[in-house]
């Protein structure tokens, strides 16, 4: 074989990764759709968090952070801007004080809560201070810039809320790669993709490797494809992004959102089988019944080993996700010089 043949047979290769980590993307995003992970996740935190006095129920409960969402729904994001503002007014109103408030009556407001563990309320009181002490410095320099003390210390609160839902998405994709490892076996078991297996058949097979080559190239190139790739890279991007916010859906939009997810599992699985490889048991199991007089014992068993360390490598292959795949199949495919043609000149 070449040195095009052999990187052929790498893209072909690449490319049944993709598509199987496609469908294991699809299926973890309907068990987070059906089981509102997300949501749960950050409800966790929030009652972990603000469990003194039953804070973290209030908070849920605030008009600024409940409407987010449909009724009866629970947000999977809260911007920072909702969160602090909500906090602020909670603290605000807990003895009975009025709706808007200057910095002074926050502090005040502050210092005599019930409601805030003691370590984060003695930072937002540090944060006042802090706001406090900058105002009357830039008054005593006579600068012509004016600071807003109460937005200092918003700002402030909202970088450390920032900060703690990283965190929290880095619980939750934790969570998720877990969750990644099972559906990655259990597809690659099921489909039995065997990389041992499929590389001796691209190998000995140039029409199909020729095929897979072709199709690859389209798939780097097709709309749907990359709207795809994007949709899961942003995914990815809201679970440690707390300026974005989803917007809760009733049961029927989720269902249907579910519903598609079925539908483009329906055309990757399609689309493996359009494309002609020794995918499922059944091609397995006939290769055996064909050379059963020809095979002693130790070569079942050798048989046997091959499978499960071939199934083993595309395991853990599809288990590094469809953006990565999609990368280096970019990377690949513009390397053999398939990619997409320059647009003509005018």
């Known amino acids: 074989m070449t040195g095009l043949g ?15 980590s496609i469908v294991v993307s699809i299926l973890l995003e309907i068990r987070s759709k059906s089981l509102s992970l997300r949501a749960h996740n950050l409800e966790a935190w929030l009652k972990d968090t603000f469990e003194k006095e039953g804070l973290a129920d209030k908070l849920l409960d605030h008009d600024l952070i409940k409407t987010l969402v449909k009724k009866g729904r629970k947000p999977a994001y809260i911007p920072d801007q909702n969160f602090v503002d909500a906090l602020f007014d909670i603290v605000n109103q807990e003895d009975g004080n009025g709706v808007t408030y200057t910095v002074n009556e926050i502090k005040g407001a502050f210092e005599k809560s019930q409601l805030l563990p003691n370590d984060l309320k003695r930072n937002i009181l540090q944060q006042i201070t802090e706001a406090e002490t900058k105002a009357q410095n830039y008054i005593k320099a006579k600068k012509d810039e004016v600071i807003d003390e109460l937005l200092e210390v918003k700002k402030g609160v909202g970088d450390w809320f920032d900060n703690c839902m990283i965190r929290v998405g880095g619980t939750y994709r934790n969570m998720q790669q877990k969750w990644l490892l099972v559906f990655s076996f ?6 039995n993709a065997d990389t041992i297996t499929l590389s001796k058949y691209l190998y000995n097979n140039k029409d199909v490797r020729d ?9 780097t190139q097709d709309s749907l494809t990359v709207a795809f790739y994007e949709q899961v890279m942003e995914r990815s991007a809201l679970a440690q992004n707390t300026d974005s916010v989803v917007i809760g859906q009733d049961g029927m939009v989720l269902i249907n959102e579910i519903k598609g997810s079925v539908s483009n599992l329906k055309e990757v699985n399609a689309e493996l089988k359009a494309l002609s490889l020794p995918l499922g048991w059944d091609s397995f199991v006939l290769s055996l019944k064909k050379s059963k007089d020809d095979l002693g014992f130790w070569n079942y068993v050798l048989i046997f080993l091959m499978k499960i360390v071939g199934l083993v490598i ?32 005018k």
């Open 6 to 20: 052999f990187l052929d047979l790498v893209i072909g290769i690449i490319f049944i990764y993709f598509l199987l």
């Open 314 to 345: 595309t395991g853990f292959a599809v288990s590094m996700g469809s953006p990565f795949w999609f990368d280096i199949l970019n990377k690949l495919v513009n390397l053999k010089g398939t990619g997409g043609k320059p647009a003509p000149k």
């Open 186 to 191: 259990t597809v690659v078991f099921l489909f």
């Open 211 to 219: 095929a897979l080559v072709e199709q690859a190239s389209r798939s």
